[in-house]
Antibody
Framework: QVQLVESGGGVVQPGRSLRLSCAAS????????MHWVRQAPGKGLEWVAG????????YYADSVKGRFTISRDNSRHTLYLQMNSLRAEDTAVYHC??????????????WGHGTLVTVSS | QSVLTQPPSVSAAPGQKVTISCSGN????????VSWYQQFPGIAPKLLIY???KRPSGIPDRFSGSKSGTSATLGITGLQTGDEADYYC???????????FGGGTKLTVL
């Protein structure tokens, strides 16, 4: 069965960096786009970034553009999110989500449980 | 402020039908497929509808989706107390080159 397991969250000071990982299994990882979606405490879903199946294209929300970098290692079936210059408003649960073979879609059929990132001094 | 607009809350009695609206523009809903998600507190979202009106395997036919122009609608019939959750619409925005979500709608089954 499909599994997405995030790791790397924690408490970090404003301005510092953190790298999230998402280990994928149960599907042909290199076939699908992958995404990160976050949810601040008590708030709605916010898409953060997406990457094409082969890593050749990356897409970002304006709120993280220039600070976050999404990447993937298809040989390790792992998705990453490098987060730099973190701000208090980046505090959220970060979910990785399996996309589709087409980039221009919000069709995320599997989600990880998420990893909590808290940005606080 | 979300790019897609949903009502903050809707409510209906058990057994009744409810609809949740999602409004966008020509760059997002008007140009791309819409998906809908169900989320219970503390749990990851679950895909309910994709490509405007298709249900993934395992999703009961009580859940339906439709799209017209720059708006989409999620319908739920035969409401059950277990349907109480937050519901989100999402789509691709061709101008932003980004996925956009609605702000979410809390469904209460009275």
């Amino acid at each position: 069965q499909v599994q997405l397991v995030e790791s790397g969250g924690g408490v970090v000071q404003p301005g510092r960096s953190l790298r999230l990982s998402c280990a994928a299994s149960g599907f042909i990882f290199l076939t699908y786009d992958m995404h990160w979606v976050r949810q601040a405490p008590g708030k709605g879903l916010e898409w953060v970034a997406g990457i094409s199946y082969d890593g050749s294209n990356e897409y970002y929300a304006d709120s993280v553009k220039g600070r976050f970098t999404i990447s993937r290692d298809n040989s390790r079936h792992t998705l990453y999110l490098q987060m730099n210059s973190l701000r208090a408003e980046d505090t959220a649960v970060y979910h990785c989500a399996k996309g589709w073979v087409v980039t221009a879609t919000a069709r995320f059929d599997y989600w990880g449980h998420g990893t909590l990132v808290t940005v606080s001094s | 402020q979300s790019v897609l607009t949903q009502p903050p809350s809707v409510s209906a009695a058990p057994g009744q039908k409810v609809t949740i609206s999602c409004s966008g523009n020509n760059s997002n809903i008007g140009d791309n497929y819409v998906s809908w998600y169900q989320q219970f507190p503390g749990i990851a979202p679950k895909l309910l509808i994709y490509d405007n009106n298709k249900r993934p395997s395992g999703i009961p036919d009580r859940f339906s989706g439709s799209k017209s122009g720059t708006s989409a609608t999620l319908g739920i019939t035969g409401l059950q107390t277990g349907d109480e959750a937050d519901y989100y619409c999402g789509t691709w925005d061709s101008s932003l080159s980004a996925v956009v979500f609605g702000g979410g709608t809390k469904l209460t089954v009275l």
